[in-house]
């Protein structure tokens, strides 16, 4: 059973970058897509990003598409999220998630069945 850890959460400027990080142990993340998930203060859980590390394929949401950008390692020991031009808006505590490749269909958080500890971003204005 893999174990999740984010990281690379802080404090940053409207318009600035953050790369947040979420590395496996246990086991790799072969055979599992891993999604990024936030929750703002006062509002539900919203899938983010999601990567399947079988075939590489990716979905973003709206909000983030076009100024996130996520990715895995060649070892599928770490997953990624490359977030630029932040906005006050992103603020929320960011989790990683995974789940066997095959029981997902669509970046949902109730597909996803193994968490890691959030990470809080705060964008200033």
């Known amino acids: 059973e893999v174990q999740l850890q984010a990281s690379g959460g802080g404090l940053v400027q409207a318009g600035g970058s953050l790369r947040l990080s979420c590395a496996a142990s246990?086991?790799?993340?072969?055979?599992?897509?891993v999604g990024w998930f936030r929750q703002a203060p006062g509002k539900e859980r919203e899938g983010v990003s999601c990567?399947?590390?079988?075939?590489?394929?990716?979905l973003y949401a709206e909000s983030a598409k076009g100024r996130f950008t996520i990715s895995a390692d060649n070892a599928k020991t770490t997953v990624f999220l490359e977030m630029n031009n932040l906005k006050p808006e992103d603020t929320a505590v960011y989790y990683c998630?995974?789940?066997?490749?095959?029981?997902?269909?669509?970046?949902?958080?109730?597909?996803?069945?193994?968490w890691g500890q959030g990470t809080l971003v705060t964008v200033s204005s």
């Open positions: 998630a995974a789940v066997v490749e095959g029981d997902w269909n669509d970046c949902n958080d109730n597909d996803f069945d193994y």
């Open positions: 990567i399947s590390t079988d075939n590489g394929s990716t």
């Open positions: 246990g086991s790799t993340f072969d055979d599992y897509a």
